[in-house]
């Protein structure tokens, strides 16, 4: 059985998100647990803020955050890091920094396998936006057009930011373009929470769920009533395949 998992609609390792990460260890149940976060969709200039603010966050909260996947450490050091973790994290930034740093690395498979045998995994915004088969493209040319994710997850393209951008405006039509994938708005300072087919809304906003024509939104402590497949590993192949050729 995977492992639980943690989608956040951004401003993750600040103060509001505590409840949302100290559930996922909750459920991770490690008694002193380590922490390794993959600060891949953040700039050159802001990584080593971004990276500071994750250690200080877990230590907050009773955990040890090990920073791996930069480019100064070797693969072997980044794959310890991943090989000792209870839970991998991929905080947010631009997606398609996170997609060409880890989309084509050995890392991107071990940290698969590491959620499968039960290790917890966390994305938020741009991480969360990723682990899906497919992502929004945020940014022109052709903007809202669907692009390949990682894949670890089917159905559904994560929204991010949902209440900042107002997106329930215009997420209802936009979700007709989707060739029958839901929407999942995931309000900033809120994670949905749990194991794929057990989720519940933790943090300070809400979760948007729009499916066939129908919108929910489910408020913290609420159960959200979907399921997050998983895709087939031939599937994922293609997925990897084609990433690699458009490289």
């Given amino acids: 059985m995977s492992g639980p998992i943690s ?19 909750e459920l991770v149940g490690a008694a002193r647990p380590l922490v390794a976060v993959l600060p891949l969709a953040a700039s050159r200039r802001t990584r080593a803020r971004v990276a500071q603010l994750a250690r200080d966050h877990w230590a907050g909260i009773g ?14 050091e980044s794959m310890e890091s991943i090989e000792r973790a209870d ?62 994710g990682f894949g670890l997850l089917s159905r559904f393209v994560a929204a991010p930011h949902f209440d900042r951008l107002r997106a329930r405006h215009w997420a209802p039509w936009f979700a007709r373009l989707l060739g029958g994938r839901g929407v999942l ?38 159960q959200v009533a979907i399921l997050l497949p998983q895709p087939t590993r031939t599937l994922q192949a293609r997925q990897v395949a084609g990433r690699n050729t458009a490289s």
């Fill in 87 to 148: 839970v991998i994290v991929l905080p947010g930034g631009h997606p398609r920094k996170l997609m060409n740093a880890l989309g084509a690395s050995p890392l991107l498979e071990r940290i698969r396998e590491r959620w499968h045998e039960g290790c917890g995994l966390s994305g938020s915004s741009a991480g969360a936006m990723c682990l899906f088969e497919r992502q929004l493209r945020l940014y022109p040319p052709n903007p809202l057009r669907l692009e390949p």
């Fill in 7 to 25: 989608l956040q609609g951004g401003c993750e390792h600040l103060e509001p998100a505590i409840p949302i990460d100290r559930r996922l260890l």
């Fill in 185 to 222: 708005g995931l309000d900033e300072s809120t994670g949905l929470v749990g194991h794929p087919g057990d989720l519940g809304v933790v943090g300070q906003g809400a979760v948007t769920v729009i499916e066939t024509g129908v919108t929910n939104i489910y408020s913290p402590g609420e």
């Fill in 63 to 76: 955990a040890a955050a090990l920073i791996a996947g930069l480019p100064t450490q070797t693969l072997c």
